[in-house]
Structures are given as structure tokens and as C-alpha cells.
């Protein structure tokens, strides 16, 4: 159960820091221009969102890629890809297939790269918090049981 809520914690902090630098203040003009945020964020509920992809991803790693006999940079590449694309899907792509916004090439642009830098981090953090789980782990027993 730690390791789970330390891949949690490996989502959520780099998440909400780099999310809320990037657009609340490093590129915040930048949004301001694109015309696409509430001009009263409402940072608990990007809160609650981020909770919620955390507790997901964590299972998503924990079921797949903790289990992998692999060295930990190729787990670490292989999970930030897949987190990526999936989290690109729906934080950009999706959001520019519905959402008013000034300029639907530079949305796509800012929020590609917020994405890259995010996994960047996101991806070899919950690496780490996952280590390997061996046949020995109460983890990897325990989640053998569950499936």
C-alpha cells in the first residue's frame, strides 16, 4: 500500500506544481491570450482531477509495468509514453475538439509541451516509488490474490 500511495504521490506533486506555474504563472498570459480558462480557477476541483488520474495511474503501473522484470529506465520510458499519450488525449486533444479558444494550433502546442514536461517527471518518479516487486513482496502476492 505504500508504494501505491507513493506512485500517487509521484503523479500529484510535480503535476500540481509544474500545472499550476505553467498556467497560473509562467505562461499565464499565454492562456489569457488563447481565451479558453474561467477567469476564477477553480483550483480544488483541478485538484480533485489530478487525485483521481493519480489513483488510476498508480493502478495502471501498479498492474503492469511494477510487474515487469525490466530495467527501471525502460519501465520508467515505457509508462511516461503510455501515460502521455493517454493524458494527452484527454487534456489536449479532447479539449480542443470541444472548447472555444482563440487559437486551436497554439493550445495544441502549449499543452503538448506541458504534457512532455510533465511525463518527463511524472513517469521516472513513479518508477522509483514502485521499485520491482518480486514474487517475495507482500505487494506482488497481494495483488497476484486480487487479479
Do not use: C
Not at 29 to 39: D, G
Not at 42 to 60: D, E, K, N, R, V
Request: proline share 4%.
Amino acid at each position: 500500500m505504500m508504494r501505491f500511495f507513493l506512485g500517487v504521490l509521484a503523479y500529484i506533486v510535480p503535476t500540481f506544481a509544474l500545472g499550476f506555474f505553467w498556467h497560473l504563472i509562467l505562461f499565464e498570459q499565454y492562456y489569457k491570450a488563447l481565451a479558453i480558462y474561467r477567469s476564477d480557477i477553480i483550483i480544488p476541483f483541478g485538484f480533485l482531477s489530478m487525485l483521481i488520474q493519480a489513483a488510476i495511474f498508480a493502478w495502471i503501473y501498479k498492474k503492469t509495468f511494477a510487474r515487469w522484470n525490466a530495467p527501471l529506465l525502460l519501465r520508467a520510458l515505457l509508462y511516461a509514453a503510455l501515460g502521455g499519450a493517454l493524458s494527452w488525449s484527454f487534456t489536449t486533444i479532447a479539449v480542443a475538439a470541444k472548447n472555444v479558444m482563440a487559437s486551436v494550433p497554439d493550445y495544441l502546442v502549449i499543452e503538448t509541451a506541458y504534457t512532455l514536461a510533465q511525463w518527463t517527471m511524472v513517469g521516472p518518479l513513479t518508477a522509483l516509488a514502485f521499485g520491482q516487486l518480486s514474487p517475495q513482496d507482500d505487494e506482488f502476492r497481494a495483488a497476484n490474490i486480487a487479479d
